[in-house]
């Protein structure tokens, strides 16, 4: 048996997120008829065609994977009205992300790129713009993170932010101390 990597509290906050996310139930539209299932310890109703199920997300992956059903997905609109409103932001303001948004956007890329009807240009399209939104919200983040006092607005900050701010302000605030060093 190989020796556990140890993780970084970054590391562990995220996946903690992550798992958060996956567990959430979502509603699934049935495109097929599904048998009565037990998909780990999820337990899934005889169902018809058309009628809407709430199953956790990680087994509506598995479902829709299965070709029983498809989520309802406006991740790209989202992605590109977020972009638009970040770029109009001052460097030190955040706009508002919906709920786990990066956690859904990653969802929907995977998803994106796995469709064989997927243009390479929508794909390139939608993962420029997820890159452009990930940098702006990163640098924002920073010139917040080397404020003297922190933002007292923080509720547009993702929870995803919030574990990589908390870190690179403590970062931030460690370095500045040792540059100026304390009188005893």
């Not at 929508?122 to 010139?143: H, M, P, Q, W, Y």
Request: a negative charge; one cysteine or more; proline letters at 6%.
């Amino acid at each position: 048996m190989e020796p556990v990597e140890p993780q970084s509290p970054l590391e562990v906050s995220l996946r903690d997120e992550a798992l958060k996310f996956g567990n959430q139930n979502i509603k699934l539209s049935l495109i097929k008829d599904i048998p009565s299932l037990k998909i780990g310890s999820v337990e899934v109703k005889e169902s018809k065609v058309g009628e809407m199920i709430e199953v956790p997300r990680w087994a509506s992956d598995i479902l829709c994977n299965m070709g029983f059903g498809e989520r309802e997905n406006d991740m790209g609109v989202e992605l590109f009205k977020a972009l638009t409103l970040e770029r109009i932001q001052p460097p030190t303001q955040l706009s508002g992300l919906p709920v786990n948004f990066y956690f859904k956007l990653q969802s929907y890329i995977q998803n994106f790129s796995t469709s064989s009807a997927t243009k390479e240009a929508d794909f390139e399209k939608v993962t420029n713009s997820a890159r452009g939104i990930i940098a702006l919200r990163i640098s924002k983040l920073l010139c917040l993170a080397g404020l003297s006092s922190p933002p007292v607005d923080v509720r547009s900050i993702t929870p995803e932010e919030k574990i990589l701010y908390d870190n690179v302000r403590g970062l931030v605030s460690h370095w500045k101390e040792s540059m100026v060093e304390k009188r005893t």
